[in-house]
C-alpha cells in the first residue's frame, strides 16, 4: 500500500452544503475495508481526510463507490458491529446499532446530493485550534525531515516559519495541502513542493509592495 498523509481536525464533513453524521469520517473500520477495489477506497479516504480543503469528484463515480458499500455493508452488518465492538468497546449494542445506521444514512445522503450535479464537493472546516497544530507539526517537518528522508532545505532562509505563520489564513491551508501531497502523491516531489512555497512567498511578497504578480515574476 502507497503511503498516505493527511491532516485532520475536529469537525464534521460538510457534503454538498451539508453536514454527514460523524462516523462518515470512519468507513476504514468497515471490515470489508481490504476487499473494496483500491479506487473505492480512495474515495472514502479522501471523504474523511478533507480537513482545511475542498476535495470534489464525478458524481457518477461517487454513485458507484456508494451502491458497492452499500452492498457489502447489508451483506455485513453483523459483521460491522463486530469491528466496531473492537475500536469502541464500551459502546452498547444499541450504540453500536447506531453507528452502522449512521454509515447508512452518510451512504443516502451522499448519493441523495450526487444524483443532483454532476459534481460533489466536501471538507471540514478548519478550525483556528487544528490549523496552529498542524501548522507546527507541517513547518517542523519541512525543516526537520520526515518518514527519515533528509529535510527539503538544509539551510532554510531566516524567517522561514514567520512568513509561513503571516501567510493569510487560506494561504496557510494551501500551503498544508501542497505539503501533504508532496509526501502521498508520487508524481508530486518535495522539489515540487518548494517551487510551490516560493510561490507563494512571491505573491505575498508582491501583494505587500503593491506590485502585480506578474511585475514580481519580471
Known sequence: ??????????GPIIFEGRELPELAKGFELVPFWEKLPPDTRDWLMDLHYCWGRTRRHGSRRILRHVKLVRQKLNEEHANATERLRLRFPEATEAELGEMVADWHKSLD????YAQRTKTCEWTIVAQDESLEGNLKLAIKWYRDGVFGAPPLVRDLAPGFEF???????EEQLEWLASFTDSLTKKETSWQRLWKQTRRLFCRRTASDSGDSPQESRA
Request: charge should be positive; glycine fraction near 4%.
Open 1 to 10: 500500500m502507497s503511503r498516505r498523509v493527511d491532516f485532520v481536525g475536529k
Open 163 to 169: 512568513r509561513i505563520r503571516s501567510l493569510p489564513r
Open 109 to 112: 445522503l451522499i448519493e441523495a
